[in-house]
Nanobody
Framework: QVQLVESGGGSVQAGGSLRLSCAASGRAFSSLAISWFRQAPGKEREFVAVISWSGGTTDYADSVKGRFTISRDNAKNTVYLQMNSLKPEDTAVYYC?????????????????WGQGTQVTVSS
């Protein structure tokens, strides 16, 4: 079993930055692929970024490429999402999700473990 806890959300003005953290407890964190998803009011949950178990593979949604960076520290059982140049359209609840295995995917159905989410609000 894996438990995920997100932190670092908040309110910022457009152009600002935030760093989200996803702390994991449970077995074999270094065997987990971790993704960030987000969900805005009235919209479906969408993929943001993913990192492989080793950190050697990452992928991003087109809407955040060049602005967001995902990273992980396996010694701390934590994955980070550095968000720069934030835009109002980045406003959403951000969730981290985990799956065992080497495959990196961007689909919600592939992830068995989810955190409770952290709110990010970007004002213009």
């Amino acid at each position: 079993q894996v438990q995920l806890v997100e932190s670092g959300g908040g309110s910022v003005q457009a152009g600002g930055s935030l760093r989200l953290s996803c702390a994991a407890s449970g077995r074999a964190f270094s065997s987990l692929a971790i993704s960030w998803f987000r969900q805005a009011p009235g919209k479906e949950r969408e993929f943001v970024a993913v990192i492989s178990w080793s950190g050697g593979t990452t992928d991003y949604a087109d809407s955040v490429k060049g602005r967001f960076t995902i990273s992980r520290d396996n010694a701390k059982n934590t994955v980070y999402l550095q968000m720069n140049s934030l835009k109002p359209e980045d406003t959403a609840v951000y969730y981290c999700a985990a799956r065992y295995g080497y495959r990196v995917t961007t689909t919600t159905i592939d992830y068995a473990y989810w955190g409770q989410g952290t709110q990010v609000t970007v004002s213009s």
